[in-house]
């Protein structure tokens, strides 16, 4: 007679131990689809019908557009090369750093007209408002600011900009 590795009782208990796993697996399944919540899938269309006499209906079927929320925040470009950063709004302030053409910098409060408080390397500074141009930006999907363009209005800032560099006189100071 051949032995078997393990003995009938053994084997039972197995058996009756991987039904149990297997019934509990099930039932935690079932009970984590019956709890999900059930999400209704909006409709891709909206109708719009308009009866226009008893004998005709006007139709009209246009796609549902999904809302995009974009958070514009101003920024501040520097427009020359070299201008001081003060930790006041005014000349009597201390020069704190220099920023250059072409810069962006995060703003704080345009409370003064002549002054714009920035974030100079986290800390609160003041520029002066003359060497700015105030240019809307948004937060991109890969954490970098980008200048935000409306699609609907004309640009007209490059005609603009072309003319107001001509005139500007830079001064010695700057500020």
């Given at each position: 007679m051949k032995k078997?590795?393990?003995d009938k009782s053994?084997?039972?208990?197995?058996?009756?131990?991987?039904?149990?796993?297997l019934l509990v697996g099930i039932v935690v399944c079932i009970v984590r689809i019956s709890v999900r919540p059930k999400i209704e899938k909006e409709e891709e269309f909206v109708f719009t019908v308009n009866k226009i006499d008893d004998d005709m209906i006007d139709v009209q079927v246009e796609q549902k557009r999904e809302e995009v929320h974009i958070d514009v925040k101003n920024r501040a470009r520097i427009l020359e090369d070299n201008i001081n950063v003060r930790s006041g709004p005014g000349t009597d302030y201390e020069r704190v750093g220099t920023a250059y053409k072409g810069f962006d910098f995060e703003i704080l409060a345009t409370d003064n007209s002549e002054w714009i408080k920035i974030n100079y390397d986290d800390k609160a500074a003041y520029i002066y408002s003359e060497f700015v141009e105030i240019v809307p930006m948004f937060l991109n999907d890969m954490g970098e600011y980008e200048e935000y363009v409306e699609l609907d209005k004309k640009d007209s800032s490059d005609t603009e900009s072309e003319t107001s560099e001509d005139t500007q006189e830079p001064t010695e100071d700057n500020n």
């Open positions: 078997s590795f393990l053994t084997r039972t208990s197995i058996m009756y131990g991987v039904i149990i796993c």
